[in-house]
């Protein structure tokens, strides 16, 4: 059965440091991988997907991240944050049928000045 | 395109009362589905409607009825609230492919008390 655990319920930067949010699956296929964006009293907003086209995935607001199948992981990465990335942020995994996405538990995002 | 709407923004029941949940897209999506939101637990799915004219529970949908009342539309019953369905609840739809993404709700804030 498909499942995704994120590592760290919150975490806390600097503006301009490193983001970095981790995300690990088990998936009996070949998994689809999301990450989403909450911000507050709003709905998901889709950051990225992999599909498996590329192993480094581009998404919006200079997010990236990497799908690693040997460690199960899909990290979501930001070279430099910035005070509007403060938000939760889930990652997600079609499940075996097809049918929805199985998602994490989230991780809130502090970023401070 | 307003994407995917819900009504009410919020509600506040009493314990017993009864409630549906409206939600609709005009993304011509097959694929529509209730989560509710609930701190440190993720986004977990209630029910779900591949296409028009089929519903399947989701993991959490004791207490709750769906209709997909047409391509657009997919409405969620509470019969008789309860204070543990307490919570946000948001509804998505996707075009139905396997690595599709979901286009999700601003959500419904609901109280039981």
């Known amino acids: 059965a498909q499942s995704v655990t994120q590592l760290g319920s919150h975490v806390s930067v600097s503006e301009g440091a490193l983001v970095l949010l981790r995300c690990n699956y088990s998936?009996?296929?070949?998994?689809?991988l999301f990450w989403y964006v909450q911000y507050p009293n709003q709905g998901l907003q889709l950051l990225l997907k992999?599909?498996?086209?590329?192993?480094l995935v581009k998404g919006i607001n200079g997010f990236e991240a990497e799908f690693k199948k040997s460690e199960t992981s899909f990290h979501l990465t930001k070279p430099s944050a910035h005070m509007s990335d403060a938000a939760e942020y889930f990652c997600?995994?079609?499940?075996?049928?097809?049918?929805?996405?199985?998602f994490g538990k989230g991780t809130t995002l502090s970023v401070s000045s | 395109n307003a994407g995917v709407t819900q009504t009410p923004k919020f509600q506040v029941l009493k314990t017993g009362q009864s409630m549906t949940l409206q939600c609709a897209q005009d993304?011509?999506?097959?694929?529509m589905y209730w989560y509710r939101q609930d701190p440190g637990m993720g986004l977990r799915l209630i029910y779900y409607?591949?296409?028009?004219?089929?519903?399947d529970k989701g993991e959490v949908p004791n207490g709750y009825n769906v209709s997909r009342l047409n391509k657009r539309e997919f409405s969620l019953r509470l019969e008789s609230a309860a204070p543990s369905q307490t919570s946000v609840y948001f509804c998505?739809?996707?075009?139905?492919?396997?690595?599709?993404?979901?286009?999700f709700g601003p959500g419904t804030r609901l109280t039981v008390l």
């Open positions: 998936s009996s296929v070949p998994p689809y």
């Open positions: 409607s591949a296409s028009e004219g089929t519903t």
């Open positions: 998505a739809s996707s075009d139905g492919t396997s690595h599709s993404e979901q286009f």
């Open positions: 992999y599909t498996s086209a590329a192993t």
């Open positions: 993304m011509n999506h097959n694929s």
């Open positions: 997600a995994v079609r499940n075996q049928a097809g049918t929805a996405l199985i």
